[in-house]
């Protein structure tokens, strides 16, 4: 069975910083390429971040360019989501989703390519 949790939302203030993680579970994690993405009430899921299956390619929305960083732990079957400098536009749910790559060095960054999903965590900024 495959699961992929989430854990590290919550409430900060806006300048602040959270991390979230992403553990997988029954998927052969160092084959798969991740990526975080986000829901704001009313809207759609958009990216915010991908990394490769080995770690050496990112990706990056505009919009978090410069305070997001991703970052993963194969031993641990592990994502994150490094957020600093946090907005109020940044309150969303976020996911963490899983894509299966043949290739080390590739990522997605469109939400049809991946295979699997979270079932999210809330982040909510006060401005």
């Known amino acids: 069975q495959v699961q992929l949790v989430e854990s590290g939302g919550g409430l900060v203030q806006a300048g602040g910083s959270l991390r979230l993680s992403c553990v997988a579970s029954?998927?052969?994690?160092?084959?798969?390429?991740m990526g975080w993405f986000r829901q704001a009430a009313g809207k759609e899921r958009e990216f915010v971040a991908a990394i490769s299956r080995s770690g050496t390619s990112t990706a990056y929305a505009d919009s978090v360019k410069g305070r997001f960083t991703i970052s993963r732990d194969n031993a641990k079957n592990t994502v994150y989501l490094q957020m600093d400098v946090l907005k109020a536009e940044d309150t969303a749910v976020y996911y963490c989703?899983?894509?299966?790559?043949?290739?080390?060095?590739?990522?997605?960054?469109?939400?049809?390519?991946?295979?699997?999903w979270g079932q999210g965590t809330q982040v909510t900024v006060s401005s």
């Open positions: 029954g998927i052969p994690f160092s084959f798969h390429a």
């Open positions: 989703g899983a894509d299966f790559k043949p290739a080390a060095q590739t990522l997605s960054v469109m939400i049809y390519e991946y295979d699997f």
